[in-house]
C-alpha cells in the first residue's frame, strides 16, 4: 500500500490541500498530529485516511509509529510537512525511512532566520543585521549600540506568520521588545527595517535549477504587527523584472545548496534592489495553493509533492489570470456569535473562493500574527484593478458578530 505520511496540518490553505493532493495520487494518507481536536473533528477529515495522534516533540514516538506502519504492510513513500516548524523534522524523518530527493540541509537553514542571515552575510540582498545573544551582551551595552540603526525589525529567529516580529522607533520600544522576546528565546533578531513594494515569490527547485512558479504583490497593513492583509497574483511580469527576480533569488538560493525543494522568499524593492525580509523552506500557507491554481492552472502543493517522489513537476502555466486574495480581520476581541454575508459575497462577480475560519464561540482578535487573520475573499479577472475591486467589494458584505469579553 504507497503510502504518504504528513507531519500535522492546519484544517485550510495548503497543507491541507497537499493531503487531498496525496489522495488523488492514489496514495494511502497518514496524518501525525498532536491536536486533540482533530481526532475529535475525525469525521471532517475524509482525505485522510489514517489519523494518529502523536507527540510531535518526542522523536522516538513518531518512529515508533513509522515502524507501527511498515508493520502494517504500508510502503511510506514519502515523508513530509506543509507547516512550518515540521518541514525539517519531515524531510530528516524522510531520509531515514524511504528514498528522498529532498535537501534537508538547505531547509534547516531556511527554517532559522539566524541561520540564514549567517548564510547570507555581506550578500548584497541581505540587509543589515544584529544578534543578541543574553550571554554576550548585557540589555543596556546592546540597546545602546543598536539604537543608533532605529527604526529596526525585533523577531524571534523561529517566527512565522509575523508572530513575534516587531517594528520598534525608539531606544524604549526596542528594550521593551527584547524583553518580550527574552522569555521564549536564547537569540533575538534585529534587522534593518526596509521601505518599499513587497513581494512573494514561489519557487520550486528541481536538479538545482530554479524555476519561479509566482510572483505575488503583497498589501501589508500595520495593526499591531505587519499583516499582509492582500495578495495580488501578477500574471504578465514584464522580462526586465523577471529577470531581475530569478537573478535575485538564484544568488540567494546559491549559498543554501538546494537541490530539490520548496520555498517563498518575501522581498522588499528598496531603491530599485531586492532585498530579503525572510525565505521559508515551503509553500506559503493560507490561499497562497488555491491563488496559483486560479491564476496559473497549477496545483503547487500536488506538484511539491511530485519533487519529493523524485518525479518531475509540471509548471507548465495553463491560463493567466490575475488573482486577488483579500483577507478578513477584525477590529475587537471577544467570542465569535455569528457570521453574515457569506453566501451573498459569493455571488459578486469574478468571485471564486469565500473561507471563514473561526467557528461560532471561538474567541477573535484583531491580528497579531497571520493566523489571526479570519478568512478571505479569492477573485480573479484579466484585469488586475477588477480582481481586487471585486474581492474587496464582496467583502464589505461579511459582517462578524462578537460578544467582547
Same mark, same amino acid.
Given at each position: ?84 516548524? !515540521?518541514?525539517? =523534522? ?8 524511504? +528514498? ?6 538547505? /531547509? #534547516? &537553514? ?120 492582500? !495578495?495580488?497574483? =501578477? ?8 529577470? +531581475? ?6 544568488? /540567494? #538560493? &546559491? ?120 478568512? !478571505? ?29
Amino acid at each position: 500500500m504507497r503510502t504518504i505520511v504528513f507531519i500535522e496540518t492546519n484544517k485550510s490553505g495548503s497543507s491541507r490541500e497537499a493531503i487531498k493532493a496525496a489522495e488523488r495520487l492514489g496514495y494511502f494518507t497518514v496524518l501525525f498530529t498532536n491536536r486533540q481536536k482533530y481526532m475529535q473533528q475525525r469525521t471532517e477529515f475524509p482525505e485522510v485516511h489514517q489519523m494518529i495522534l502523536v507527540e510531535l516533540s518526542n522523536l522516538d514516538e513518531i518512529r515508533k509509529n513509522l515502524h507501527n506502519l511498515h508493520q502494517q504492510g504500508k510502503q511510506i513513500k514519502a515523508i513530509m510537512s506543509f507547516v512550518h516548524s !515540521y518541514v525539517h =523534522l519531515a524531510a530528516t524523518l524522510s531520509e531515514e525511512f524511504c +528514498s528522498t530527493v529532498v535537501s534537508t540541509d538547505a /531547509i #534547516l &537553514k531556511m527554517e532559522n532566520k539566524v541561520l540564514t542571515r549567517e548564510l547570507l552575510k555581506g550578500h548584497p540582498n541581505s540587509p543589515y543585521y544584529e544578534l543578541y545573544n543574553s550571554n554576550d551582551y548585557s540589555l543596556e551595552y546592546f540597546v545602546d549600540i543598536a539604537k543608533n540603526y532605529l527604526p529596526l525589525i525585533v523577531k524571534s529567529p523561529t517566527s512565522a506568520g509575523s508572530k513575534d516580529v516587531m517594528l520598534v522607533k525608539d531606544e524604549k520600544q526596542l528594550k521593551l521588545a527584547i524583553q518580550a522576546l527574552k522569555k521564549k528565546n536564547k537569540q533575538i533578531l534585529l534587522e534593518e527595517y526596509l521601505e518599499g513594494p513587497q513581494f512573494l515569490i514561489e519557487v520550486l527547485v528541481h536538479n538545482g535549477k530554479v524555476h519561479i512558479v509566482a510572483i505575488i504583490e503583497q498589501q501589508i497593513t500595520f495593526l499591531h504587527r505587519f499583516i499582509v492583509t492582500g !495578495y495580488s497574483l =501578477l500574471p504578465h511580469v514584464n522580462q526586465r523584472m523577471y529577470d +531581475s527576480v530569478l537573478d535575485t533569488i538564484t544568488s /540567494i #538560493l &546559491k549559498p543554501f545548496n538546494m537541490r530539490n525543494g520548496t520555498c517563498h522568499l518575501e522581498m522588499r524593492l528598496v531603491n530599485g534592489v531586492w532585498k530579503l525580509i525572510e525565505i521559508n523552506p515551503r509553500i506559503s500557507g493560507g490561499a497562497m495553493n488555491r491563488i496559483i491554481e486560479v491564476g496559473y492552472g497549477i496545483n503547487l502543493a500536488e506538484e511539491t509533492i511530485q519533487l519529493m517522489l523524485g518525479r518531475e513537476p509540471r509548471l507548465t502555466k495553463k491560463h493567466r489570470k490575475y488573482v486577488y486574495a483579500h483577507y478578513l480581520t477584525v477590529d475587537s476581541r471577544g467570542i465569535l456569535q455569528k457570521v453574515t454575508g457569506k453566501e451573498l459575497s459569493s455571488q459578486y462577480p469574478g468571485i471564486e473562493e469565500v473561507y471563514i475560519k473561526p467557528r461560532q464561540g471561538q474567541i477573535v482578535r484583531p491580528p497579531l500574527s497571520m493566523g489571526d487573520r479570519c478568512g !478571505y475573499i479569492l477573485a480573479s479577472s484579466y484585469n488586475k484593478l477588477e480582481a481586487k475591486r471585486n474581492a474587496i467589494r464582496a467583502a464589505d458584505n461579511i459582517h462578524f458578530y462578537i460578544d467582547p469579553i
